[in-house]
């Protein structure tokens, strides 16, 4: 473990509106720009963890007990403390993670926006109210669950906590965030503007860590609702674990997502699209084109995406991936693909680097044809700025090919017949679909989640789909009327 001066003070957990770093365990946080140490992080323990969640159920009873509308004003508030710190809060994702500074600033504005849709719930969630006999009300009102978690992976360490901090908290809920244990900085910056906001402490915590923490969470009786983000098999684990003990889960996946293209697409927005989807943020998106499916003659749109992706210069508008394993990883699906008999019409790998940061974890984009279904490549999470580009004859065994694979998150269909897009738009089995869009992310009100692998547990993570899984329903019935005689049912 590193112990010269690092660029950024060792993280620490944050527990009841202050730093805590109790543990003693550290792990070396190293950014993808260089491959240097740049902070450590804490590896908590079941201690640290009851320590924020005793603290996060201190603050629950008057946090609930604030009017929405009060709770509100915080958030307002913290969405301006995003804006006036923006470049800071990019420089911090683009430090820890490696994304382009234009795609960090992104993923703070995305932030923002998930503010905005928090800022509005005053006007969602006002309940219900009849008189169902003479004198006799029922009334419906959401109420918070208590303390929850949320877990969150590498790749958006700004945005991805934002998808549950500002719902979770503006529904009266207090919070425990476990920052992916890779890219921890933004979290505690996170949640020193919370608290600059006006948060009163112990509503938002932060508790480091890596797989012990999150088993520690899934278990701990105190803590009513889980969220997740990550891989498919975390999230499998996560889900079971955290149910099992009778918690609220929504656990999303990895992801695989298919792009049909068709001959009548548009060449020049296809083109950009495509590479635009398979290339940002270095391919480390679970919205990101993982596979191209051509359907008959679609020779000059894959000519257009080699002209477009040639325009992405690693260190300059393209970011590392995020480790050695994750480089190793990847090209090791890229050689193993070209053995089965696939052909690599352009190789990234060991790309010359703008500025040279040649210990950085850098790869060119990769676009593979000829993969076949049968081959790992074409059916496994690469998670890199790669896409392979399979054939079908027709749309529908266009279709049948995205309908197999085993995620759902995404899938886009590129064409210039309503006709055909149809038909993708129904049968295509995924939460979220494009239609000459890569990335087919839904903004907010609309909510994010997908289907099958992508995605376990019932309610979408952000949008109107997450007030039913941060709110509970407690239905009154009144009767007032001393003249009332009895009523039927009541
Ligand atoms: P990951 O699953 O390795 O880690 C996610 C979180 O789980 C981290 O906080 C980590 O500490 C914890 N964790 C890791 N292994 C664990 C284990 N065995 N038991 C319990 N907890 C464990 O994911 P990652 O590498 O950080 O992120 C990349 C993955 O996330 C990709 O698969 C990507 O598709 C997915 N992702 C999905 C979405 C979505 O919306 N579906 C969004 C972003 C990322």
């Known amino acids: 473990m590193a112990t010269q001066t690092l660029k950024y003070n060792a993280t620490t957990n944050y527990i009841a509106g202050k730093p805590d770093s109790n543990g003693q365990q550290r792990m070396d946080v190293i950014s ?19 320590k924020a969640v005793n603290a996060a159920e201190a603050a629950f009873p008057a946090w609930s007990g604030t009017p929405i509308k009060e709770r509100a004003q915080i958030f307002f508030r913290y969405r301006e403390l995003l804006l006036r710190n923006r470049k800071e809060l990019a420089v911090l994702v683009h430090t820890e993670n490696g994304k382009t500074m234009e795609e960090s600033y ?56 934002h998808w549950t901090i500002p719902n979770a908290l503006m529904l009266g809920n207090t919070m425990i ?10 979290a505690i910056r996170i949640a020193e503007l919370l608290k600059e906001a006006g948060l009163p402490d112990g509503v938002f915590n932060v508790v480091n860590g890596d797989r012990a923490i999150v088993e520690a969470i899934c278990d701990h009786p105190g803590i009513k609702a889980v969220s997740f983000v990550g891989s498919t098999k975390v999230a499998k684990i996560v889900y079971i674990r955290a149910t099992s003990t009778l918690k609220r889960a929504v656990c999303l996946g990895g992801a695989k997502n298919h792009l049909i293209v068709l001959p009548d697409a548009h060449l020049e927005m296809t083109a950009s699209n495509v590479v635009a989807s398979m290339s940002g943020c270095a391919g480390q998106r679970c919205m990101a084109a993982a596979q ?13 995406m080699i002209i477009e992706a040639k325009k992405l210069v690693p260190g300059k508008n393209l970011g590392p991936v995020i480790s050695k394993t994750a480089y190793e990883r990847i090209t090791g699906y890229i050689a193993e693909a070209e053995k089965a008999g696939a052909k690599v019409i352009l190789d990234g790998r060991n790309p010359s680097v703008e500025g040279g940061a040649k210990d950085g974890y850098y790869l060119g984009p990769t676009i593979i044809d000829h993969v076949t279904t049968d081959m790992r490549i074409a059916q496994e999470e690469v998670f890199g700025p790669v896409i392979s580009i399979v054939r079908a004859k027709d749309l529908d065994a266009a279709i049948a090919i995205e ?12 064409t210039q017949s309503g006709g055909q897009a149809r038909q993708v738009m129904e049968r295509a089995s995924a939460g979220m679909i494009g239609v000459n869009i890569g990335v ?25 789909s997450s007030i039913e899984f941060w709110t509970q329903l407690k239905k009154t019935t009144t009767k007032w009327n001393p003249e009332g005689k009895t009523n039927w049912m009541s």
Request: with cysteine.
């Open 32 to 50: 993808p720009l260089d491959g240097s140490v740049i902070s450590t992080v804490l590896l908590s323990t079941a201690s640290d963890l009851d």
């Open 177 to 186: 965030l476990k920052p992916s244990e890779v890219v921890p900085i933004s």
């Open 292 to 304: 191209m499916v051509g359907v008959g003659g679609v020779e000059h749109i894959i000519d257009q």
């Open 106 to 161: 992104a993923e703070v504005d995305k932030s923002m926006e998930l503010c905005e849709f928090a800022c509005s719930l005053p006007q969602l969630v006002q309940g219900e109210l009849l008189e169902v006999s003479k004198g006799v009300e029922c009334r419906i009102e959401r109420k918070p669950l208590g303390v929850v978690a949320s877990i969150a992976p590498f790749n958006f360490p700004n945005m991805v906590p």
């Open 403 to 414: 309908n197999a694979n085993p995620y759902g998150n995404a899938a886009a269909v590129f």
């Open 440 to 464: 087919p992310v839904p903004r907010e009100p609309f909510s994010f989640g997908g289907w099958n692998d992508s995605k376990f547990g019932t309610c979408d993570i952000t949008g109107k």
